[in-house]
């Protein structure tokens, strides 16, 4: 197999949200890649906050699986999945994602909306707040956006305001055992991966990496639709690595996004694996990420976002996920945010959010 070249993105600090260079800066990495990075510094995460998320993860996933067998995921898709129970790309995974997950939905004040196990129920407030600090972020990212688009900047922010309605965002915890776990004993390079490919349903995701613990890939922008690119953790020069208080978060536009611009914004495929690196490797190490998938208020219609840039697009090939909200039919109602998520997640599970 031939050595994978990694994929360089842009590093954006959004400390200054309302900036219009800033924006530009976003949205052309957005129409791009449909990938970049925030810089640790410019977001509202402390590395205790990132750190202390990363523990309560990990001691939900080391606790006895009959306690997390009381928090198994119901078709509101919250909950917890266990190894091989999803199946991100079924056309061509022989076995279920060698992953678990933890997902949790909207809180309400400050309470969860679905059960929680018993080594997590002690810490719902730190959940909460922590899901709120990711929607924060959020709230910096889709008005750097907007400003990039030219629209008003509270365009997708008044939009996202969970305060407003019902939201499909979710705040997850993944753990994806090393390759030398037992539950990755059937694991063949080649014939199998930690999780499919797959594109994210909903506006923008965050996703949080520890160093050391690589497997992200994403399916390479100017490729031939078939040659993956590595995200490293760590984006830059090595020796320049101290100056994030933590790995930069990872930021991809989602299905929706990508739908509700018709196609400028891109919602690249990506998936996680175990890097030729981390097989070989003496003292290989599981790999624990926390994501927050940033979904609108369930009512929110999607018509096309009143851009220019929007209006004057003209892409090639599929537009996100089962069209462009441009190319509505006459006298159609516009799909919901509500509607959107349920097409895609009964398309991958079966199941949907009622
Ligand atoms: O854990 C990762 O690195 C990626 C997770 C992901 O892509 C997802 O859950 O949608
Ligand atoms: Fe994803």
Redesign the pocket.
Known sequence: MSDLVPIELPVIDISNPHDPAVGKAMLDAAAKYGFLYVNSKGTDFTAEDVNHAFSLSEKFFASPKAEKETCRITPNNRGWSGMHTET?DPEHQRTGDF?E?MNFGDFKDGQAQQPLPPSLKPHESEINSFASLCNKTCTRILTLLALGLEIPPDFFTSRHDPSVGPTGSIL?Y?W?PSIFSSETASYAHDKDVR?GA?S?YGSI?L?F?RPGQP??EILAPDGDGETWAPVPIIPGPVEEAGKYPFPPILVNIGDLLSYWTDGLLKSTV?R?VFPLAEQRSPNPKD?Y?L?Y?CHPVDSTELVPVPSEAVKGYRGSGAVGFGGGAGSLEAGKRPLTAAEHLESRLAATYGFTKK
């Open positions: 991100l992953k997950a997850r993944l994806y999780a797959h994210d995701t996703l990496q497997g992200l990506h996680v790999r990420t994501v998938f």
